[in-house]
């Protein structure tokens, strides 16, 4: 079964650093790229960052290029999020999923999300 | 950037049929793939690869992609099925819809 956990969410105050990670079993995780997806309350699905199986291609929002951090360690099957300079609008759930597909890429198993709230 | 534009809100009478668009620029040269999301839950793929179905997604949601529009339907909707849901494709990264809040009454 693929479970997805993230954790290192909190209450950051603004201006300060966030590391979150993502731990995964079930698969084969040096196989797939990941993705960090966030959701502000009430809002709709907002895509961060993925990183390649092997992390030579990564890719960020354009709007978050900067701050953001995508990291991954194959051997501890682990993808990270680092977060600097934290905002009041960094506000939401982060959520890390697998990524899948030829052609098109789209997440398929989801974690249940870590949440982020900056705030002073 | 690529854009996804979804209607804020669709109704449907429970049994009868819903459709949700997502218009994007030529999407039809992409996948679309479409997520269904309660309150507090994570998202759930429901359709991937413009109509496909993962496995234990009901038959009953499924799939089209032409042109600059991509629907998804869901036949003889269920009070289950009530959620947001987000259409989503690839240009560089993921690229998602802004939501669309289906009720059904």
């Known amino acids: 079964e693929v479970q997805l956990v993230e954790s290192g969410g909190g209450l950051v105050k603004p201006g300060g650093s966030l590391r979150l990670s993502c731990a995964a079993s079930g698969f084969s995780f040096s196989s797939h790229s990941m993705n960090w997806v966030r959701q502000a309350p009430g809002k709709g699905l907002e895509w961060v960052s993925s990183?390649?199986?092997?992390?030579?291609?990564?890719y960020y929002a354009d709007s978050l290029k900067g701050r953001f951090t995508i990291s991954r360690d194959n051997a501890k099957n682990s993808l990270y999020l680092q977060i600097e300079s934290l905002r009041a609008e960094d506000t939401a759930v982060y959520f890390c999923a697998r990524e899948v597909g030829s052609g098109g890429y789209y997440p398929d198993y989801w974690g249940q999300g870590t949440l982020v709230t900056v705030s002073s | 950037s690529y854009d996804l534009t979804q209607p804020p809100s669709v109704s449907v009478s429970p049994g009868q049929t819903a459709s949700i668009t997502c218009s994007g620029e030529k999407l039809a040269d992409k996948y679309a793939c479409w997520y269904q999301q309660k309150p507090g839950q994570s998202p759930v793929l429901v359709i991937y690869?413009?109509?496909k179905r993962p496995s234990g997604i009901p038959e009953r949601f499924s799939g089209s992609n032409s042109g600059n529009t991509a629907t998804l339907t869901i036949s003889g909707t269920q009070a289950m099925d009530e959620a947001d849901y987000y259409c989503q494709a690839w240009d560089s990264g993921t690229v998602f819809g802004g939501g669309t809040k289906l009720t059904v009454l």
């Open positions: 990183i390649s199986s092997g992390s030579s291609y990564i």
């Open positions: 690869e413009d109509n």
